[in-house]
């Protein structure tokens, strides 16, 4: 089974196309110079990742290769950036270059293994700096966003979301009022019945 990253990025600089011939094999990333080439590229063979630099202009361009390419499967990255390292970070996030070993593999696959990897370099940061209070610092950074997540997932129900996060309903709206978070439910009603 062939696990090699496809990753494609779009660029005419011929900079960009030597860097990624000379490195970018490894990595699972090749280059071609425009929209037609990525078209015909996607064709031969699905594609893991996009990267492409465009500014304002080259939105038309880019929804051209939406078109064309399988969104469910393909991650596209476009804007203005640095091409070919957005490139090597998409390859090191969908896992090529990091999975070398099988315990690589099942620590990776895990919520623990992914919390390793993801604070390591802000631990080291931390411990480099001589900072304090490391766990309630990561405690804080990381609550607010998994509240936020569990009630946009239960459209703002707050005993769902209580439920889902194994906490008291009443501690949901304490962290709630605490990180100021806004709740808001999603419009449940279809596009047909507007009202007039």
């Known amino acids: ?11 005419p600089d011929p900079d960009v196309a030597n860097k990624i011939q000379r490195v970018g094999s490894r990595l699972g990333i090749s280059h071609v110079r425009d929209v037609k080439a990525l078209k ?3 064709t031969a063979r699905s594609l893991d990742g996009v990267v492409m630099e465009t500014k304002a202009e ?7 290769l939406t078109q064309s390419i399988d969104l469910s499967k393909t991650c596209i990255l476009a804007g203005p950036l640095p091409v070919f390292e957005a490139a090597e970070k998409l390859s090191q996030v969908l896992g090529n270059g990091r999975l070398n070993t099988q315990e690589d593999q099942r620590r990776d696959f895990t919520l623990e293994g992914y919390v390793e990897a993801k604070f390591g370099d802000f631990v080291r940061a931390m411990k480099a700096s001589s900072a304090r209070s490391l766990y309630s610092t990561l405690i804080r950074t990381v609550e607010r966003p998994l509240i936020e997540l569990a009630l ?9 979301a209580a ?3 194994g906490m008291n309903r009443n501690t949901l709206r304490k962290k709630i009022t605490e990180f100021k978070i806004p709740v808001k439910r999603r419009d449940q009603t279809s596009p047909q019945k507007k009202p007039k």
């Open 152 to 160: 946009r997932e239960t459209n703002a129900n707050q005993i769902q």
């Open 40 to 42: 015909q590229k996607a």
């Open 58 to 64: 080259g939105l038309d361009e880019l929804a051209r």
């Open 1 to 11: 089974m062939d696990n090699h990253l496809n990753i494609v990025v779009v660029s």
């Open 163 to 165: 439920r889902l996060l």
